[in-house]
């Protein structure tokens, strides 16, 4: 048997639910979540899942996600592509963290020929002046098109 009350939120009649609210009121007002302490941030908060508050979760299980989501929205790519180009290091063969190099040095150029991975290491090194020649010989070694460098003369004999 169903009972039929006034809710004291909203004030219409409706299907008593728990505290003598209607369920949209329950759950704005008498409702409240349980606090716990997350696993990875050891904050008192409302455990999302497997132990962890929501920001914890999204960061700990949605970061890759999140990062083809934004390499798709700034080069173009879709998720499959971006993680067949930064599955390694084209250099060293690292496969931890690899970032996406553009071989012409043109960021509007988004085609997959153009697109290598590298690892923080490499990928510095190729845009540092001191190491760029070897980093550029390491990669036409493996098979690579390179931009041609464009030398700059600074001597003052004129």
């Known amino acids: 048997m169903r009972k039929i009350i006034k809710c004291p939120g909203c004030g219409k009649e409706v299907e008593h639910h728990a505290k003598g609210y209607c369920y949209n009121c ?4 008498a409702w409240k979540r349980k606090k716990k ?3 990875r941030c050891q904050r008192e ?3 999302h899942a497997k132990g962890l508050c929501g920001g914890c979760y999204n960061f700990v299980f949605h970061l890759d996600k999140n990062k083809a989501w934004s390499q798709m929205k700034l080069y173009g790519l879709k998720y499959d592509t971006y993680k067949k180009i930064t599955e390694k290091c084209v250099i060293c063969g690292f ?5 996406l190099h553009h ?8 085609s997959e020929n153009n697109l290598i991975g590298l690892c923080p290491n490499h990928h510095q090194m190729l845009h540092n002046f001191q190491f760029r020649k070897e980093i550029r010989e390491l990669l036409k070694q493996k098979g690579y098109e390179l931009k041609k460098d464009v030398k700059l003369d600074f001597s003052l004999d004129k």
């Open 95 to 99: 496969d931890k963290i690899v970032d």
């Open 37 to 39: 302490v997350c696993k």
């Open 45 to 47: 908060m409302p455990i």
């Open 26 to 29: 329950y759950k704005r007002l």
């Open 103 to 110: 071989l012409d040095e043109d960021k509007q150029n988004n």
